[in-house]
C-alpha cells in the first residue's frame, strides 16, 4: 500500500458531463500531483500542487482544472467530457527529497 | 525525439531466468533514476530509486545506470510469475519528484 488514495476507482459518464476525481497524499506529504495514463500515449503529468499552491503545468487541457486543499486533499476536476478522456488518472504525492508514490488511480469511462 | 525511450515489449520469458529491462535517455543532466512496476489495474510502484552512475541491489533486482551511455537497465533475477507487470522506468534532474520523466513501459509476462 502506497498510502495515496483515489476515490472513486471507476466512473462511467456520458460526453459533455462533469466529474471530480479525489485524492488523498501520503501522510506528510506536501505535493500532489495528476498524471493521465493511456493505453497509446503512458504516463501524461497534468498538474502539481505543493501546499496548496500549483507549482506546475504539464498536458493539461483548459476543460481540466485541479486544486489542493487546506488539509492537503486534492481534487481533479474535468468538464466537457469527450470520449478521448476515457483514461486511467493517477494521484502521486512525494517530499521533496523523496520520489514519486501513487495510488491506484480512478478509471474513467466516458460513453 | 523524446527524452526517455524504453522498448515496450511485450517481452516472454520462462520462470526462473534473467530479466534485464532497459532505458535510453537523451538528457545528461538527468541524476535520479527510478523504476516503477505496474500491474494491471493498479498504480505504478516504486521498486528502485538510485543516484548518478553505479549499481544498486534489493532482493532479485539490481538497477544499473551508466550515465556515459544514457543508459539504465534493471535485472530481474529467478524471475517469478509474481514478476508479471509492467515496468515502467523514470528520471529526473532534481530530487524529488519534479519535472519527473517517464519510459512508455515493458510488459512482462513470466511463464510458468
Known amino acids: 500500500d502506497s498510502g495515496v488514495t483515489q476515490t472513486p476507482k471507476h466512473l462511467i459518464t456520458a460526453t459533455g458531463q462533469r466529474v471530480t476525481l479525489r485524492c488523498s497524499p501520503r501522510s506528510g506529504d506536501l505535493s500532489v500531483y495528476w498524471y493521465q495514463q493511456s493505453l497509446d500515449q503512458g504516463l501524461q503529468f497534468l498538474i502539481h500542487?505543493?501546499?496548496?499552491?500549483?507549482?506546475a503545468k504539464g498536458n493539461i487541457l483548459e476543460r481540466f482544472s485541479a486544486q489542493q486543499f487546506p488539509d492537503l486533499h486534492s481534487e481533479l476536476n474535468l468538464s466537457s467530457l469527450e470520449l478521448g478522456d476515457s483514461a486511467l488518472y493517477f494521484c502521486a504525492s512525494g517530499g521533496v527529497n523523496s520520489p514519486l508514490h501513487f495510488g491506484n488511480g480512478t478509471r474513467l469511462t466516458v460513453t | 525525439q523524446k527524452e526517455v525511450e524504453q522498448d515496450p515489449g511485450p517481452l516472454s520469458v520462462p520462470e526462473g531466468a534473467i530479466v534485464s529491462l532497459n532505458c535510453t535517455y537523451s538528457n545528461s543532466a538527468f541524476q535520479y533514476f527510478m523504476w516503477y512496476r505496474q500491474y494491471s489495474r493498479k498504480g505504478p510502484e516504486l521498486l528502485m530509486y538510485t543516484y548518478s552512475s553505479g549499481n544498486k541491489e534489493d532482493g532479485r533486482f539490481t538497477a544499473q545506470v551508466d550515465k556515459s551511455s544514457k543508459y539504465i537497465s534493471l535485472f530481474i533475477r529467478d524471475s517469478q510469475p509474481s514478476d508479471s507487470a509492467t515496468y515502467l522506468c523514470a528520471m529526473s534532474v532534481v530530487t524529488g519528484a519534479n519535472n519527473l520523466f517517464f519510459g512508455t513501459g515493458t510488459r512482462l509476462t513470466v511463464i510458468p
Open positions: 500542487y505543493y501546499n496548496g499552491e500549483e507549482r
